[in-house]
C-alpha cells in the first residue's frame, strides 16, 4: 500500500492525517486519485495555472528533486503533503 499523509490544512480537507492507497503509479496519478476522491484537493493542491502549489515529498525527499509528477510511486512508499510555506 502507498502511505499519504497530509499536514496543516490539507488536514482539515481531509479530515484524516494519513490514507492508503493500494493503487502504484507516478505521482501524477496518485494525485488524479485524491482529486476524485476529494473535490476541494483541486483549489489546494493546483494554482490557477495549473501547477503544483503544494510541496510533495516522496519517502522524505522533495518531488521536484525527482521526476516531479512523473516520478514514480511504489506499494512500499510514503508520500507527504504539505501545503506551501509563508514567512513573514
Known amino acids: 500500500m502507498v502511505k499519504i499523509k497530509f499536514f496543516a490544512n490539507l488536514r482539515h480537507i481531509t479530515k484524516t492525517k494519513e490514507i492508503l492507497l493500494a493503487q502504484e503509479g507516478t505521482v501524477g496519478d496518485i494525485l488524479e486519485i485524491l482529486l476524485g476522491i476529494n473535490d476541494e484537493f483541486k483549489k489546494v493542491i493546483?494554482?490557477?495555472?495549473?501547477?503544483?502549489?503544494?510541496?510533495?515529498?516522496?519517502?522524505g525527499r522533495n518531488i521536484e528533486y525527482l521526476n516531479n509528477l512523473e516520478t514514480r510511486v511504489r506499494h512500499e512508499d510514503t508520500l507527504y503533503l504539505?501545503?506551501?510555506?509563508?514567512?513573514?
Open 46 to 59: 493546483f494554482n490557477e495555472n495549473g501547477d503544483i502549489y503544494i510541496n510533495i515529498l516522496l519517502n
Open 82 to 88: 504539505f501545503p506551501p510555506v509563508a514567512g513573514g
